[in-house]
């Protein structure tokens, strides 16, 4: 009973944090677009007729994500144990020339588990393939 005029009163109140700050809010929203400009023009030009990003573009953000990112669930397994993405492939363009696109149902695999993420060190393999294929395998435990 006391929730149907809740949400009423959260609009109000962030209503009036935003006239307070709306300079604040301006600013950032300008220094955002500026520094993220190439990254939507790169993203306006990769959706396909359904509206979607392709599968390599989110595979090539997930693998940038969890190597430089510490608030990554997985940057433990990545990032901090040195492992990173080769200058080259900060470019999604270079990224898909280099890799191609993703075949449906398969994810990215490098060739060397302690290894960076280079063209020398990465295929695509079928998601049943790349499951089986992990550090613990390469250690030789079960």
Partial sequence: MG?????????ARYHRYYERHK??????RKRWRA?????????SRLRWHSGKIP????SWAAMRNRCRNPNNRNFPN???????????WDSFAVFLSDMGDKPKGWDLHRIDPNGDYTKENC???P????????RRAHRGES
């Fill in 123 to 125: 295929v695509w393999l």
């Fill in 23 to 28: 300079e604040k809010f301006s600013a950032y």
């Fill in 78 to 88: 990545y990032g901090a144990r040195g492992i990173s993405v080769c200058e080259r």
């Fill in 35 to 43: 520094e993220n400009a190439e990254r939507a023009r790169e993203l």
């Fill in 127 to 134: 998601k049943s393939e790349h499951g089986r294929i992990t």
């Fill in 3 to 11: 929730d149907a005029g809740s949400g009423a009163l959260k609009r």
């Fill in 55 to 58: 599968g390599c573009y989110r």
